[in-house]
RNA sequence: GGUGGCAUAGCUCAGCUGGAUAGAGCACCUGCCUUCUAAGCAGGCGGUCCUAGGUUCGAAUCCUAGUGCCAUCACCA
C-alpha cells in the first residue's frame, strides 16, 4: 500500500476520532521545497464539513498522525496545510524493495483487450519531414507508454498509396524523367519520386500562367490544365487496373517503400502491420449500405448519402457521393472495422494525426457509434499540433520543409562537432563514434519534440539548432553516462553491492530526495497513458535527472567511507540511472556508456 | 460567420483532479574543474499567467464575454 493510502485513511480516521465526523476525501500534495516536510495534507477542503479554525485542526490531525503512524515522524502547520514529515526507513524500505526490480514502473500485460496505434500514415509521392517526424516519434512513444502501463499494443500505419498525388509524380515522371532510377541516379527513392512531384507542381503552374495570359479566367485555368487532366485520366486508369499505369505505379511505390523504410529505421520506429490505401480505398460502402437501412444515413435527391449530426452539435456530413464513390470518410469507416475483423482483440483504436483532422475524426468516432460498434467507446484521436516554420507552414511543393533524413544528419553532425570539441572519446573507434554522435543528435532531437505537449504546436527554428545542454535529450544522456562511470569504477573495488543494509541508515536530504522522486516513476507512466502524452515521461525525467546531479555535486559516491552508506549511494545511482534508461525507451531515447 | 484548439519571463517550455511566495532551460551576469565525466553544480537578473467580469476561504487552472494566432466547416485528401 502506498504511503499516500496510509495516510488517507488515518486522516480520516483522525478526523472521525477527533470530530466525529467523515471525511469524503484527503487531498494531498508534495511539500513544498521551502517548508519542513514530505508530503502535505491540504485542509481548507476539510472546513466544508469540518467547522474550526484551520490551523488548529491541522495541528489535532497531525498529533494524531505522529501518534499513530510509526512512517510519520514530526509534522508543521502553516495556514491551512499540516506539512508531514515521513521517516527516513519508510524511503530506505521502500527503495529495498525496488532496487533489484528490473521492470519497476512497468505493469505487465494485464488487459485482455488490445489497442492499435495508427501513426505516420504517409503519402507515396514525397519524402517524409519533421512533420512526419512528429508524428512518428509521438505514435512510437506512445504506444511504448501504452505497452508499459500494461495495454497489449499493436502499432500500424496505413500508407496513403493511391490518388491524385501518386499519379503527379508519376506523369511527371513519364514525361520527364527520362529513365531516372534509384539505381542510376544513386538518390533515396523516396527523394527521386519527391523532385518529380515537385517537377510536376512546377509545369503545372507554368501551364496555368500561359492560360491566364492567354485570357482564360485563373480558376478554370487550375482546374483544366493539360496536365491536371492527364494525371486525372491516369488515375481512371489506375482504378480500372491498366496494366502499364498498375506497373508504373509499383515501380515507383516500391522506390519510396525503400526510402521510408530508411528513414524509419535511422528513427528507430517500427510497425507491427502496414495497411495500404490501394487496398482499404473500397471498404466501407456496405457499411453505408447498412447503414442506410437502419436510417443512421439518409440518402438526399441526387442519390449521395449523409448522416445527420446536427443533434450532436455537427452538420450533416458526406459519406457516399452521388456517383456511389467513396469520399475518405467511407473507407475509414471500412478501415476501422476491418482493423477489428484482422485482430479481434482489439478493443480500441489510437489515431495519431494532426489537429487539422479534429473535425474529421470526431465525424468518424460519432458515425462508428452510431453503427452500434461496442469499441467505438475506445477510440481516441491523437491530435497534435502542426510543426512551422518561422516562415509559416511547411510545404512540400514549395520546398519549404525540412527534410527528415536532412535534419537527423544535422543533428549527428552537430552532436559530433560538440563532442569532438570535449574530446572525451579520444579512444572510441570512428564507427563507435559516429554511432554515439547519431545516439545523441537523435536524443535531442527526439526530447525537443517529445518534452512539448502534443496538442500544442512547435515553431521550429532550423537557423537555430536544438539545444544540447539543460532541459535537453543529451543532458539526460550525459547523467546516464556518468553514472555508469561511476558503476564501472565500483565493479572494479571490492565492494559488495548486495551487502545488507542497515535499516536505521540516516539518509542524506538528496538521498531522501531521489527516492521520492524515483517512487513517483509509475504513477508517472499511468497519468502518461491516460494522457497519451510523452511529455510527462520527459519532464518527469528531467527533474529526476536535476535532482541527481545536484546530489552527484553534493555528496561524495565512491569517496564514502562508511561502507553502508556508500554502498546505498551506489545502489541509488544505479537505480537512477534505470529508471532514466526505462523512461527514455519510452521516448524512443537510447542511452549511451560513455559520451 | 459557425465550431474547435492555443495564449505563462526577451526566447523555448513545465505547472496533475482549483491550494502556500507561479517554476525550469536558453540568453545575460557571478562563483565552482589537483576529488566519482564542467553536455555539470550553486547563485543573480527577469512575470499585468492575453483582457474584463464571475464562482470560491483560495483561480494561471473552473464559468461568461471579448482580443489575438491557428485549424476546420467541400460530392478534397
Request: charged content about 25%; some cysteine.
Given at each position: 500500500m502506498s504511503i499516500q493510502a496510509v495516510l488517507e485513511s488515518k486522516v480520516k480516521e483522525a478526523v472521525f476520532s477527533i470530530f466525529n465526523t467523515e471525511l469524503p476525501s484527503v487531498e494531498f500534495q508534495p511539500t513544498r521545497k521551502d517548508f519542513e516536510g514530505d508530503i502535505t495534507v491540504v485542509v481548507f477542503p476539510m472546513l466544508r464539513v469540518l467547522k474550526g479554525n484551520p490551523v488548529q485542526i491541522g495541528n489535532q490531525i497531525g498529533e494524531y498522525l505522529v501518534n499513530e503512524l510509526a512512517e510519520v515522524t514530526s509534522f508543521n502547520v502553516i495556514k491551512g496545510f499540516l506539512n508531514l514529515v515521513i521517516?527516513?526507513?519508510?524511503?530506505?524500505?521502500?527503495f529495498h524493495t525496488i532496487k533489484d526490480q528490473t521492470d519497476f514502473g512497468f505493469v505487465a500485460d494485464s488487459d485482455p483487450g488490445a489497442v492499435m496505434v495508427e501513426y505516420s500514415s504517409p503519402n507515396t509521392n514525397k519524402p517524409l519531414h519533421l512533420g512526419h517526424i512528429r508524428n512518428n516519434l509521438l505514435g512510437y512513444s506512445v504506444s511504448e507508454i501504452l505497452k508499459a502501463a500494461g495495454k497489449k499494443v499493436y502499432k500500424t500505419q496505413?500508407?496513403?498509396?493511391?490518388?491524385?498525388?501518386?499519379?503527379?509524380?508519376?506523369?511527371?515522371?513519364?514525361?520527364?524523367?527520362?529513365?531516372?532510377?534509384?539505381?542510376?541516379?544513386?538518390?533515396?527513392?523516396?527523394?527521386?519520386?519527391?523532385?518529380?512531384?515537385?517537377?510536376?507542381?512546377?509545369?503545372?503552374?507554368?501551364?496555368?500562367?500561359?492560360?491566364?495570359?492567354?485570357?482564360?479566367?485563373?480558376?478554370v485555368a487550375e482546374k483544366e490544365a493539360p496536365l491536371l487532366l492527364e494525371a486525372q485520366q491516369m488515375l481512371l486508369k489506375w482504378e480500372a487496373g491498366d496494366e502499364e499505369i498498375v506497373t508504373l505505379w509499383k515501380t515507383m511505390n516500391s522506390w519510396v517503400y525503400d526510402g521510408f523504410e530508411q528513414t524509419y529505421k535511422d528513427l528507430g520506429v517500427d510497425f507491427d502491420n502496414l495497411y495500404y490505401e490501394s487496398n482499404t480505398y473500397l471498404l466501407g460502402k456496405d457499411f453505408v449500405a447498412e447503414g442506410l437501412k437502419n436510417e443512421v444515413f439518409f440518402k438526399k435527391d441526387d442519390g449521395s448519402v449523409w448522416i445527420d449530426l446536427t443533434d450532436e452539435g455537427l452538420d450533416e456530413k458526406i459519406v457516399l457521393r452521388s456517383d456511389g464513390t467513396a469520399v475518405y470518410m467511407t473507407q475509414?469507416?471500412?478501415?476501422?472495422?476491418?482493423?477489428?475483423?484482422?485482430?479481434?482483440?482489439?478493443?480500441?483504436?489510437?489515431?495519431?494525426?494532426?489537429?487539422?483532422?479534429?473535425?474529421?475524426?470526431?465525424?468518424?468516432?460519432?458515425?462508428?457509434?452510431?453503427?452500434?460498434?461496442?469499441?467505438?467507446?475506445?477510440?481516441?484521436?491523437?491530435?497534435?499540433?502542426?510543426?512551422?516554420?518561422?516562415?509559416?507552414?511547411?510545404?512540400?511543393?514549395?520546398?519549404?520543409?525540412?527534410?527528415?533524413?536532412?535534419?537527423?544528419?544535422?543533428?549527428?553532425?552537430?552532436?559530433?562537432?560538440?563532442?569532438?570539441?570535449?574530446?572525451?572519446?579520444?579512444?572510441?573507434s570512428d564507427s563507435e563514434k559516429h554511432g554515439l554522435y547519431k545516439m545523441i543528435g537523435l536524443g535531442a532531437l527526439k526530447y525537443y519534440i517529445l518534452k512539448v505537449d502534443p496538442k500544442k504546436r512547435i515553431l521550429f527554428n532550423p537557423e537555430?539548432?536544438?539545444?544540447?545542454?539543460?532541459?535537453?535529450?543529451?543532458?539526460?544522456?550525459?547523467?546516464?553516462?556518468?553514472?555508469?562511470?561511476?558503476?564501472?569504477?565500483?565493479?572494479?573495488?571490492?565492494?559488495?553491492?548486495?551487502?545488507?543494509?542497515?535499516?536505521?541508515?540516516?539518509l542524506h536530504p538528496?538521498?531522501?530526495?531521489?527516492?521520492?522522486?524515483?517512487?513517483?516513476?509509475?504513477?508517472?507512466?499511468?497519468?502518461?497513458?491516460?494522457?497519451?502524452?510523452?511529455?510527462?515521461?520527459?519532464?518527469?525525467?528531467?527533474?529526476?535527472?536535476?535532482?541527481?546531479?545536484?546530489?552527484?555535486?553534493?555528496?561524495?559516491?565512491?569517496?564514502?567511507?562508511?561502507?553502508?552508506?556508500?554502498?546505498?549511494?551506489?545502489?541509488?545511482?544505479?537505480?537512477?540511472?534505470?529508471?532514466?534508461?526505462?523512461?527514455?525507451?519510452?521516448?524512443?531515447?537510447?542511452?549511451?556508456?560513455?559520451?
Open positions: 521517516s527516513e526507513s519508510f524511503y530506505l524500505n521502500f496505413i500508407i496513403n498509396d493511391r490518388g491524385i498525388h501518386i499519379c503527379k509524380s508519376m506523369l511527371a515522371w513519364q514525361k520527364f524523367g527520362k529513365g531516372e532510377t534509384p539505381e542510376n541516379t544513386g538518390l533515396k527513392g523516396d527523394k527521386l519520386v519527391g523532385n518529380y512531384y515537385v517537377a510536376f507542381d512546377k509545369a503545372y503552374k507554368a501551364e496555368i500562367a500561359k492560360l491566364v495570359e492567354s485570357g482564360v479566367d485563373k480558376e475509414d469507416i471500412g478501415t476501422a472495422i476491418q482493423r477489428v475483423k484482422d485482430y479481434p482483440d482489439v478493443k480500441g483504436m489510437v489515431y495519431t494525426v494532426g489537429n487539422e483532422q479534429d473535425y474529421h475524426f470526431k465525424v468518424l468516432f460519432l458515425i462508428l457509434k452510431k453503427l452500434g460498434f461496442s469499441w467505438s467507446k475506445n477510440l481516441h484521436h491523437l491530435s497534435y499540433g502542426m510543426v512551422d516554420l518561422p516562415s509559416g507552414k511547411m510545404k512540400s511543393r514549395e520546398g519549404t520543409v525540412v527534410d527528415a533524413d536532412d535534419l537527423m544528419e544535422e543533428m549527428t553532425a552537430t552532436a559530433a562537432k560538440i563532442s569532438e570539441e570535449l574530446g572525451k572519446l579520444e579512444d572510441y537555430e539548432s536544438v539545444d544540447f545542454q539543460g532541459n535537453t535529450g543529451p543532458f539526460i544522456q550525459y547523467t546516464y553516462a556518468r553514472i555508469q562511470s561511476i558503476l564501472r569504477k565500483a565493479s572494479t573495488t571490492n565492494v559488495n553491492l548486495s551487502m545488507a543494509l542497515d535499516h536505521a541508515l540516516e538528496k538521498e531522501k530526495e531521489l527516492i521520492k522522486q524515483i517512487q513517483i516513476f509509475p504513477d508517472t507512466i499511468q497519468l502518461a497513458a491516460e494522457n497519451f502524452s510523452p511529455a510527462l515521461i520527459a519532464n518527469y525525467t528531467y527533474d529526476l535527472v536535476k535532482e541527481f546531479n545536484s546530489f552527484y555535486q553534493q555528496v561524495s559516491i565512491l569517496g564514502e567511507t562508511d561502507e553502508q552508506k556508500k554502498v546505498l549511494r551506489i545502489q541509488l545511482s544505479k537505480k537512477v540511472s534505470e529508471v532514466i534508461e526505462s523512461a527514455f525507451k519510452l521516448l524512443g531515447i537510447e542511452v549511451p556508456e560513455r559520451m
